[in-house]
C-alpha cells in the first residue's frame, strides 16, 4: 500500500518519536539525561519501512528544549496519537511499526538510568496509552497492527459478545506471533469497541504476582517456606502449624473473610460481598475502606475449615497474611516491593497495586451491575469502587499487555530461579477435575492434553484471564466484561466463554462447552468468595 504523507505528517511522527524519548530523558534521567536521550534516538534509528525513512531525519528538537516535563508531555503525548492515526488511516503495518519502534526506544531509553524511578514508569504508561489511544474508523489501531489477522480469533470474540456479554478484548502471544482484539462496546450505550490494551481490575491474577514477590523473597532467604506464618506476624496468634506454603498454597484452613461455601450448600457469611445476600448492601458501601489487618482478625475469629494442611479451600485470607508478612519481611508496603523488583524489571507501566485508591487508569471499558429496588431494576456503573474489601485476594490493575508479558517472563524463568519455579508449578490435589493449585498458581490440563499454568480473576462485573504454556511460549490473555447481579445469573456464559477462548488457542478446535463445567466453574466461583 502506498502511504502519502505531508511534510507536516512527518514532522509529527518526528516530534512524536523523538519527543517521546525527549519525555523519558526529562521524567526520570538525573544528571544524564543526554545519555539516556541519545540511547532512546539510536533505537529510533534502527526502524524500517516508512517509518524508518521519516525517522532518519532526525528533527532539531529546538521546540522541546529546555521545556518543563509537562509543557513536553502536552506537545508530545498528542503528536503520539495523532502519529498512530494517520499511519493506521493508510496503513496498519506501519501503525504498528511506529508504535513498536517508539516503545523500543522508551525501554532502550528507560534502560539507561541506574534506577528507574516511579516518574519514569508514570511517563512510559502515558506514551502506552498515548499510542493506543488511536482510532481509525471507530477501531483501535493496534488491534489489527499487533500482527496478522485471525479470524477465528475475531469470530469467537464476536460470539462470545452475542451470548451476553458487554465487551471482550483477547491478546494471544504464539508461534505465530500476536494478536489482540476486542469486540463489543466499552460501555453500555456508546459504539466504540472495548480498548485492546485497556486497564481492567485482574482479580486473583493478584494473587501470582503476590506468590511471585513472596517466593523471591525465599530465594533471598528472608522467608522460609515451610516455617510458621506466626514467626514473622506474632500479632495475629496464628495456628503455628500454619507455614508460609500453607498460605500460598490455600492449605492453611483459614476462613476466607469474603464467607464460605460449604460442601452441604450452607453459607457462613464474612464481609459484604456483592454477590448473594449482600448484593446490595456492597453496592451501598462500594467506597468503604477495610484495614488489611481487619479482614484478617476477621477471618480468624471464624471456624477453620480444617486443621492446617488437612485439606485444600480457597481462601483471600491467605494471600492477605502473606502481602502482611512481605511486608513486616522488607519493611516497605506491598506496592513498593511489587513495583522494584516486579513491574518496573519487566515494563510493566500498565500494572497498578491500588491498595484502597477507587481510580483506574484509562483507558478502560466500564462494568456495571443491576439489582432491584422498590420493585424495579436499575442498573448502575460501578467501575469505580474501593478494592479494599478484597485486598490482595484480588485489588491490582493490569492491562492484558501486562498480564501477557507477566506470565510469560515467569514461566520463562526470568523471576524466580528454576528450583522455586517448579515448586511454584507443583499441582496440589484441590478435588477439582485437572486442577491442581500450586503456590499462587492453578496448573490444570484442557481437553486436548495441554498443560496450562493460570490463574484468572473474576471481579464484580469482569473478568481477566491469563494462560501461559510451562515455558511461557504460548499465552492468552483477556478481559470480559458484563452487567453483573448477586445471583451471578451469568456465570454459566462465563464459563462457557472462558473455556472456548482457552480451546481456541491452545487445542485449535471448538469442544463442547459443557464437557468440564465443573472444571472451569472453580475460576470465577473461588476468586469472588
Known amino acids: 500500500?502506498?502511504?502519502?504523507?505531508?511534510?507536516?505528517?512527518?514532522?509529527?511522527?518526528?516530534?512524536?518519536?523523538?519527543?517521546?524519548?525527549?519525555?523519558?530523558?526529562?521524567?526520570?534521567?538525573?544528571?544524564?539525561?543526554?545519555?539516556?536521550?541519545?540511547?532512546g534516538s539510536l533505537a529510533l534509528g534502527s526502524a524500517t519501512g516508512l517509518v524508518g525513512h521519516v525517522l532518519a531525519d532526525h528533527p532539531e528538537g529546538k521546540d522541546l528544549t529546555g521545556r518543563s516535563v509537562a509543557e513536553i508531555a502536552e506537545r508530545v503525548l498528542p503528536a503520539l496519537t495523532a502519529a498512530m492515526n494517520l499511519l493506521g488511516r493508510q496503513d496498519p503495518a506501519e501503525a504498528g511499526n511506529f508504535r513498536g519502534t517508539v516503545l523500543v526506544a522508551v525501554e532502550t531509553a528507560r534502560a539507561q538510568q541506574d534506577r528507574p524511578s516511579p516518574a519514569t514508569a508514570?511517563?512510559?504508561?502515558?506514551?502506552?496509552?498515548?499510542?493506543?489511544?488511536?482510532?481509525?474508523?471507530?477501531r483501535a489501531v493496534p488491534e489489527t497492527a499487533a500482527g496478522q489477522d485471525r479470524p477465528e480469533l475475531r469470530k469467537t470474540i464476536e460470539e462470545i459478545v452475542e451470548s451476553g456479554f458487554v465487551g471482550v478484548s483477547l491478546r494471544v502471544r504464539d508461534e505465530r506471533g500476536e494478536w489482540a482484539g476486542s469486540a463489543g462496546v466499552a460501555e453500555l450505550g456508546g459504539t466504540a469497541k472495548p480498548p485492546v490494551d485497556g486497564h481492567a481490575r485482574i482479580g486473583s491474577n493478584t494473587k501470582t504476582f503476590t506468590a511471585t514477590l513472596a517466593l523471591q523473597l525465599v530465594a533471598e532467604g528472608r522467608i522460609e517456606l515451610d516455617a510458621p506464618a506466626?514467626?514473622?506476624?506474632?500479632?495475629?496468634g496464628l495456628d503455628r502449624r500454619i507455614t508460609v506454603r500453607m498460605l500460598l498454597q490455600h492449605t492453611s484452613g483459614l476462613f476466607n473473610f469474603v464467607g464460605e461455601v460449604y460442601d452441604d450448600g450452607s453459607i457462613a457469611p464474612g464481609i459484604p460481598v456483592p454477590f448473594g445476600s449482600t448484593g446490595k448492601e456492597w453496592v451501598d458501601n462500594r467506597f468503604t475502606t477495610y484495614k488489611p489487618e481487619e479482614l484478617v482478625r476477621l477471618a480468624l475469629s471464624k471456624p477453620a475449615r480444617f486443621e492446617p494442611g488437612a485439606g485444600?479451600?480457597?481462601?483471600?485470607?491467605?494471600?492477605?497474611?502473606?502481602?502482611?508478612?512481605?511486608?513486616?519481611?522488607?519493611?516497605?508496603?506491598?506496592?513498593?516491593?511489587?513495583?522494584?523488583?516486579?513491574?518496573?524489571?519487566?515494563?510493566?507501566s500498565g500494572t497498578v497495586v491500588p491498595d484502597a485508591s477507587p481510580e483506574i487508569p484509562e483507558p478502560h471499558a466500564r462494568i456495571y451491575y443491576r439489582y432491584e429496588e422498590a420493585g424495579r431494576q436499575k442498573t448502575i456503573d460501578i467501575t469505580r469502587y474501593n478494592p479494599s474489601w478484597v485486598c490482595t485476594g484480588g485489588d491490582m490493575i493490569s492491562t492484558s499487555q501486562d498480564l501477557a508479558t507477566f506470565i510469560s517472563a515467569l514461566m520463562g524463568g526470568r523471576l524466580l530461579p528454576a528450583p522455586l519455579l517448579a515448586e511454584m508449578c507443583a499441582p496440589h490435589a484441590t478435588g477439582l477435575p485437572n486442577m491442581g493449585y500450586g503456590l499462587g498458581v492453578f496448573v490444570t490440563k484442557t481437553?486436548?492434553?495441554?498443560?496450562?499454568?493460570?490463574h484468572n480473576g473474576g471481579n464484580v462485573g469482569s473478568m481477566s484471564l491469563m494462560y501461559g504454556t510451562p515455558d511461557g511460549g504460548r499465552t492468552l490473555t483477556a478481559v470480559l466484561n458484563w452487567v453483573d447481579d448477586a445471583d451471578m445469573s451469568i456465570t454459566a456464559v462465563v464459563r462457557k466463554a472462558q473455556q472456548r477462548l482457552v480451546h481456541e488457542v491452545f487445542c485449535g478446535e471448538r469442544a463442547?462447552?459443557?464437557?468440564?463445567?465443573?472444571?472451569?466453574?472453580?475460576s470465577r466461583r473461588v476468586s469472588s468468595r
Request: aromatic fraction near 4%; glycine fraction near 6%; charge should be negative.
Open 230 to 236: 506466626a514467626d514473622h506476624l506474632p500479632e495475629f
Open 1 to 39: 500500500m502506498t502511504i502519502t504523507l505531508s511534510d507536516q505528517d512527518k514532522s509529527t511522527l518526528r516530534i512524536a518519536a523523538y519527543g517521546a524519548v525527549t519525555l523519558m530523558a526529562a521524567a526520570g534521567a538525573i544528571g544524564k539525561p543526554h545519555k539516556v536521550a541519545a540511547a
Open 122 to 138: 508514570e511517563m512510559v504508561r502515558k506514551v502506552t496509552e498515548a499510542l493506543d489511544a488511536a482510532g481509525v474508523d471507530g
Open 312 to 348: 485444600w479451600s480457597y481462601s483471600n485470607t491467605n494471600y492477605v497474611l502473606a502481602r502482611l508478612l512481605i511486608e513486616k519481611v522488607t519493611g516497605r508496603s506491598l506496592a513498593e516491593e511489587m513495583r522494584e523488583r516486579i513491574l518496573e524489571p519487566l515494563g510493566l
Open 512 to 522: 463442547d462447552p459443557a464437557q468440564s463445567d465443573a472444571r472451569i466453574s472453580a
Open 447 to 454: 481437553d486436548c492434553g495441554a498443560t496450562l499454568v493460570t
